[in-house]
Every structure is written in C-alpha cells, then in structure tokens.
C-alpha cells in the first residue's frame, strides 16, 4: 500500500512538472514575440520610418450568433496600451504595424445574477493606413487592416444579488488561445515640436469564435452558437 502511494504520489508531481514547463514555454513564447515587435519598432526608427506609442480605453462586449431573451450584456471598459511603426509607401499610403495589450470581455446580467468576464490580449494589428492631404499643422488619415490577437489571461466574477460569490470556473479552459477579425478607424493628428501628438479612433471587429463552451456564457445557448469580440477604443498617443 505505501509503495502504490509512493507511486501514485510520483505521477501527480510528473504531472504538475510537466504543466508547469508547459505554462514557462508559453511564456517563453510570448516573450520572444514582445521582444520582435520592438526589434521590428527600432529597425523601422533605424530606416528614418516613423514610431510611436499609445494608450487610452477600451469598451469590449461579445456578439452573439443569436438574442437571449431577459439578459444584458453591457460593455467592460478597461486600459489600452502600445506602440506602431509607420512605414510610407506612396503619396499619402503607409504600413502600419502595430502591437497592444488590451483588455475585452463583456458584463452579463441576467436577473439577480451578475457575471464579469475578463478577458486579455497581445493584439497585434497590420494597417493600411491613408493620409490625407494637409498643408497645416493638422493631419487626418483613415486606416484598415486585419489583426491577430494572443490570449493571455481569463478570469471571472460572479455575484448573485450583489453578494460577490468568486470566480468563474474552468474559464481560461473554455477560451480560445486566439482571435483575428478586421479594424477600421481614424486619426488625428497635430503636428508638435519634433513629431505628432495623435488622436485615435477605431473599430475591432472580432472573426473568429472564441467560446469553446458557450454555454458557460449561458444556459440558453447551443454548442455550436458562437461568440465573438467585439470593441472600440479611444487612444491617446504621439509620434516621434
């Protein structure tokens, strides 16, 4: 008997080894990919291309593939942080590769019950980005372009009658570890001292379904319903 618990006590610890390692290469990973935006920010400084940061608010929810009767779902605001690289093309066309943390999720309330999900990101958009015409110090341009996000955390609250009742179980296990989908926004920007002060405005329009287990969302939806990001954000930034 004390061998068998011996043994048994030995697997658990293989096992929790081994979910560790894998959680340090995950990380690992994502490291390498933050160090390759700014190495890719640097060589685009490097080649007199221009650079630049951000932050600002973002407001997230989820769409749906279908309405659920006598539930809320309002938006979550949360921080918004980054830098891009603006490489021109020709007349007033760059490309603009970017990369942010960001945060999205949505607040589902349905009766007494109230449920926050939280949801964060390594987002990294590619631009196209048009520049219109200007002779001031203003300058506004429109941009577009696909992204790529990475998922890094997921975590939850839940309250019932405004007692807080903890977390939302097994949510990490129930998110996708990616998404895509398309931006669409505006900028504008003031010409100050050596760069540009800049105002931005856009739209993320979540492609991809990044609910394993939708029903965790709620009870009234089907295994093969789907639920998408959805966002627009507001940021603050200048270009060097």
Request: aromatic share 10%; net charge neutral; charged share 25%.
């Amino acid at each position: 008997m004390i061998e068998r618990d011996s043994h048994s006590n030995q697997s658990y610890d293989r096992a929790e080894i081994g979910l560790l390692n894998l959680d340090f290469k995950q990380e690992e990973k994502m490291i390498r990919k933050m160090m390759l935006c700014v190495c890719m920010l640097l060589s685009v400084w490097m080649l007199r291309g221009e650079v630049g940061v951000k932050a600002g608010i973002e407001m997230s929810n989820f769409s749906l593939s279908k309405d659920i009767a006598n539930t809320e779902f309002n938006s979550r605001k949360s921080l918004k942080l980054g830098a891009f690289a603006s490489i021109g093309l020709t007349g007033g066309l760059s490309l603009q590769p970017e990369f942010y943390y960001t945060q999205k999720g949505t607040e589902v309330r349905e009766g007494t019950v109230l449920a926050l999900y939280k949801l964060s990101y390594m987002e990294f958009p590619v631009l196209l980005k048009y520049r219109f015409p200007s002779t001031g110090r203003s300058l506004f341009s429109l941009f577009t372009g696909p992204y790529y996000a990475l998922n890094t955390a997921a975590s939850g609250e839940l309250k019932i009658n405004g007692e807080d009742r903890g977390g939302i179980p097994d949510l990490k296990e129930n998110v996708a570890g990616s998404d895509y989908g398309l931006v669409i926004g505006g900028e504008f920007g003031y010409r100050l001292g050596k760069g540009r002060l800049i105002l931005d405005l856009r739209f993320s329009l979540g492609l991809m379904n990044i609910g394993k287990n939708v029903r965790q969302i709620s009870g009234d939806l089907d295994y093969d319903d789907t639920v998408k990001n959805r966002s627009i954000s507001f940021t603050i930034g200048y270009a060097f």
